[in-house]
């Protein structure tokens, strides 16, 4: 059974920090892709961040020099370091996985998701 799960949300002030992780079982981790995504309410999923089997990393504009991505093929596990949070960051945060991503900010170009885990960050 294919499992992402997603830990490490919470909420924090503005200005803090919180790392997601999200650990993979079922499929070939250090062969995917991986991609955060968040959703606030009333807003459309966005990608926040993504990494290729490869290691090669992309940001939003909105959390560039403050989030980073990165993976432990050894735990299968992707995490998100989030610094410098501001209110903006809250919504819940997604962690999805594909094989060899074409448009990395396509939902539909992901194979598999987690559950989702909330990010608040108070002013």
């Known amino acids: 059974e294919v499992q992402l799960v997603e830990s490490g949300g919470g909420s924090v002030q503005a200005g803090g920090s919180l790392r997601l992780s999200c650990t993979a079982s079922g499929f070939t981790f250090d062969g995917s892709d991986m991609g955060w995504f968040r959703q606030a309410p009333g807003n459309e999923c966005e990608l926040v961040s993504h990494?290729?089997?490869?290691?090669?990393?992309y940001y939003a504009d909105s959390v560039k020099g403050r989030f980073t991505i990165s993976q432990d093929n050894a735990k299968t596990t992707a995490y998100l370091q989030m610094n410098s949070l501001k209110p903006e960051d809250t919504a819940l945060y997604y962690c999805?996985?594909?094989?060899?991503?074409?448009?990395?900010?396509?939902?539909?170009?992901?194979?598999?998701w987690g559950q989702g885990t909330q990010v608040t960050v108070s002013s």
């Open positions: 990494i290729t089997a490869s290691g090669t990393a």
């Open positions: 999805a996985s594909g094989q060899m991503v074409a448009d990395k900010v396509r939902g539909s170009e992901y194979n598999y």
